[in-house]
C-alpha cells in the first residue's frame, strides 16, 4: 500500500495542524496505522497510532492531550490532528502501516511508510 502525508508547515507555537495520511488502496483498512516523527540529530520516534477500524488509539506521553489521531476508512484517509503545538513538535512527521493486526508503538512491525511532511513550530 502506497501512503501519502500530508498538511505540514510553518505555525507558531500554540497553534495547530491537521495531518493527513491518505492510501492508495481500500484494504488501508485492514491496516494498523501510526505516526512518528524525526527531529533534526534525533531517533524516529513514535507519536500515535489507530485500530484497523478506528476503535482503538493510543498516543505517547509527549502528545497526549494535545493530539489526536483518527480514520475514516471510506475515504482511506488517518489524521493527525495537533493542537497546542510546541517547538520541541518541530520534526518530519511520517505515517506508517501494519498488516499484522498488532497494536505496537515499535517503527520496525510497520511495513509501509510514507514520505513525511515536515513541521515547524516557531517559538
Known amino acids: 500500500v502506497q501512503l501519502q502525508a500530508s498538511g505540514g508547515g510553518l505555525v507558531q507555537a500554540g497553534g495547530s495542524l491537521r495531518l493527513a495520511c491518505r492510501a492508495s488502496e481500500r484494504t488501508f483498512r485492514q491496516y494498523t496505522v501510526g505516526w512518528f516523527r524525526q527531529a533534526p540529530g534525533k531517533e524516529r520516534e513514535f507519536v500515535a497510532r489507530i485500530s484497523r477500524n478506528g476503535g482503538s488509539s493510543y498516543h505517547a506521553d509527549s502528545v497526549k492531550g494535545r493530539f489526536t489521531i483518527s480514520r475514516d476508512n471510506a475515504e482511506n484517509t488517518v489524521y493527525l490532528q495537533m493542537n497546542s503545538l510546541k517547538p520541541e513538535d518541530t520534526a518530519v512527521y511520517y505515517c506508517?502501516?501494519?498488516?499484522?493486526?498488532?497494536?505496537?508503538?515499535?517503527?520496525?512491525?510497520?511495513?509501509?511508510w510514507g514520505q513525511g511532511t515536515l513541521v515547524t513550530v516557531s517559538s
Open positions: 506508517a502501516a501494519d498488516g499484522s493486526g498488532v497494536l505496537t508503538t515499535r517503527p520496525e512491525r510497520y511495513d509501509y
